[in-house]
């Protein structure tokens, strides 16, 4: 779809209360809907960021996920009902964001993010916002946002707790700098063990629909070499600076990662994301 | 010595390493955590012999995921168990930092 030169009175009346905002204005608008988003992960993180991009006018929005919609997800995946048990989740949010508004073309992947497969995909975006809840899934985003070029918001949650960061490859810090590889398998438990409130999902969900427009339009601070963390049973919010890392293996001026490791895809959980990181433990993160 | 944890002001013995913050905090699952000494991520073969000075911030940074259940590798989910500060010791982080 191309995205119209000229704005309609519908849509100038859709989206007239961010029009009026200083930095957005008509301008800005044409941006959104000429901007393409993609969402990895159409869950407690994505669900809610995918309504508030849709609704803005972003004009093409990726959703991908593999899942079908279970009754645990409702707690918090806003955009799955109870009647979309069993269905594709990237069906089940692509009917909703096409009844929000029409001005939006959903693009769906019923798939996996896989190093084979995440070149291709990442190409014809904009903007990423990683709503994926595994460790492999993240560090292969930011490992293929490097590769491609391409922005992206990172968002995990926990429990009552979540954190944010904003990543402009090769120009600000990386989920690399921050953290080098992933954990051990073993170390890591179960979502179903830790628990997470939905609202907790929400609110991290729209801070990456935020970052998302502000980086489309160009407007305003980005969650940039900052790590927003908040623990919201305490409803305290803090900013931790992030540096770029002079010794990233994925960024750093002599990096251990150089490219998304595709002989590794036919792996059934995909943990080695990228070349290096698994094969030396150069880090000492092991 | 006085040294800033996750932006809260701590009294500590002198000569602690940052294996032994890791301990006297009782962070329960160390290898989800990355630690920043004033404003630089260490590596964790660090965390042994890296002494902490007067005045030193670090930074706890938990290892998070939770989003869509299983959208790419399924390694699990992520967590980070540890012991929660207590509510005047965030407060007090808010001053801090803000």
Same mark, same amino acid.
């Given at each position: 779809m191309t995205a119209p030169l000229v704005l309609s009175n519908e849509m100038i009346e859709r989206y007239s &209360?961010?029009?009026?905002?200083?930095?957005?204005?008509g301008a800005g608008q044409k941006k959104l809907l000429r901007s393409r988003v993609l969402v990895v992960g159409v869950g407690g993180l994505g669900a809610p960021a995918a309504l508030y991009l849709a609704a803005a006018g972003v004009g093409?929005?990726?959703?991908?996920? /593999?899942?079908?919609?279970?009754? #645990?997800?409702?707690q918090?995946?806003?955009?799955?009902?109870?009647?979309? !048990? @069993? &269905?594709?989740? !990237?069906? #089940?949010? /692509?009917?909703?964001?096409?009844?929000?508004?029409?001005? !939006?073309?959903?693009?769906?992947?019923p798939d996996r993010l896989r190093p084979d497969n995440a070149a291709g995909i990442l190409e014809g975006y904009d903007f990423v916002l990683d709503g994926t809840d595994s460790f492999a899934s993240k560090f292969l985003i930011a490992d293929a946002c490097h590769f491609g070029g391409?922005?992206?918001?990172?968002? @995990?949650?926990?429990?009552?707790?979540?954190?944010?960061l904003t990543v402009f490859p090769g120009e600000t810090a $990386?989920? &690399? $700098?921050?953290?080098?590889?992933?954990?051990?398998?073993?170390?890591?438990?179960? $979502? #179903?063990?830790?628990?997470?409130?939905?609202?907790?999902?929400g609110l991290l969900g729209v801070i990456q629909a935020a970052e998302a427009l502000k980086a489309l339009i160009g407007a305003g601070d980005l969650l940039t070499n900052r790590l927003l963390v908040c623990d919201v049973l305490r409803m305290g919010f803090r900013t931790v600076?992030?540096?770029?890392?002079? &010794?990233?293996?994925? $960024?750093?001026?002599?990096?251990?990662?150089?490219?998304?490791?595709?002989?590794?895809?036919?792996?059934?959980? @995909? /943990? /080695?994301?990228?070349?290096?990181?698994?094969?030396?433990d150069v880090h000492g993160l092991a | 010595m006085q040294i800033q944890i996750n932006g809260i002001v701590k009294e500590k013995p002198d000569g602690l390493?940052?294996?032994?913050?890791?301990?006297?905090?009782?962070?329960?699952?160390?290898?989800?955590?990355?630690?920043?000494?004033?404003?630089?991520?260490l590596f964790r073969i660090e965390f042994r012999e890296r002494?902490?000075?007067? *005045?030193?911030?670090?930074?706890?940074?938990?290892?998070?995921?939770? *989003?869509?259940?299983?959208?790419?590798?399924?390694?699990?989910?992520?967590?980070?168990?540890?012991r929660r500060p207590e509510s005047k010791e965030w407060h007090d982080a808010e001053e801090a930092s803000f």
């Open positions: &209360r961010q029009i009026l905002l200083p930095g957005i204005g093409t929005l990726g959703l991908m996920d /593999a899942d079908e919609v279970d009754l #645990s997800n409702l918090r995946q806003v955009l799955h009902f109870t009647p979309d !048990v @069993g &269905r594709p989740k !990237v069906e #089940s949010a /692509a009917e909703k964001l096409r009844e929000l508004n029409p001005d !939006v073309q959903v693009v769906t992947y391409k922005p992206y918001c990172h968002a @995990g949650i926990l429990r009552f707790e979540g954190q944010a $990386c989920y &690399r $700098c921050v953290f080098h590889e992933p954990p051990p398998v073993g170390a890591v438990p179960t $979502c #179903s063990e830790a628990g997470v409130l939905g609202a907790v999902a600076r992030v540096r770029r890392n002079p &010794r990233c293996p994925l $960024c750093g001026p002599e990096p251990t990662i150089t490219h998304l490791d595709t002989a590794e895809a036919g792996r059934p959980n @995909g /943990a /080695a994301c990228a070349v290096g990181a698994a094969k030396r | 390493t940052v294996q032994d913050l890791l301990e006297s905090e009782e962070v329960e699952r160390p290898e989800m955590v990355s630690v920043e000494l004033n404003d630089h991520i002494k902490l000075q007067e *005045g030193d911030r670090v930074e706890f940074i938990y290892l998070m995921g939770g *989003g869509a259940d299983r959208t790419a590798g399924d390694l699990g989910s992520a967590v980070a168990l540890r």
